[in-house]
């Protein structure tokens, strides 16, 4: 299938703060909390709860989460899965708030973020943590983007 958008190749203009948070679309992030506090729950009541470890995986699922949000709205946007008018998309894009290269750009940062909180993590837990971290990172990136689209398979 053929991408029916180009980038946008009108200039970036700096995005107001309020915008990068809609993109990020902040009452998605249940689902990245959740897991992360049932596991703080579980480490707390077998005592092995560490606020360091806490904190940088939950910064780490954060930042994922964010970019794969920010991914999905660049991705339906490229392949022509979101309008002006789509219901549940931010169509940032299509109301020219943010280009498709700074929504593209805001996704790569969040999940360098993750990545360098991920290294963190290595060193803390065990070189155990590479092997979710990569499975994580690859799902949250292909859950928009080709050639799997999970989100477009149901």
């Not at 948070?21 to 005592?47: D, H, M, N, Q």
């Not at 970019?67 to 991705?75: K, P």
């Not at 998309?89 to 299509?94: G, P, R, S």
């Amino acid at each position: 299938m053929k991408d029916t958008h180009t980038l946008s190749t009108q200039a970036a203009q700096p995005v107001p703060w309020k915008i990068w948070l809609k993109t990020s679309r902040p009452f998605t992030l249940t689902a990245t909390v959740s897991p992360v506090i049932v596991g703080t729950a579980v480490a707390g009541y077998e005592g092995t709860f560490h606020l360091t470890t806490f904190l940088i995986t939950f910064l780490s699922c954060l930042f994922l989460q964010i970019g794969t949000n920010y991914f999905n709205e660049y991705f339906d946007y490229r392949y022509g899965l979101d309008h002006s008018e789509s219901l549940g998309a931010t169509t940032v894009i299509f109301r020219n708030e943010m280009t498709a290269t700074q929504v593209l750009t805001g996704g790569l940062v969040c999940f360098g973020i993750a990545a360098l909180l991920g290294i963190a993590l290595i060193y803390i837990v065990g070189p155990v943590i590479i092997l979710f971290g990569l499975t994580g990172m690859a799902i949250a990136y292909f859950y928009s983007a080709r050639p799997f689209k999970f989100a477009s398979r149901g």
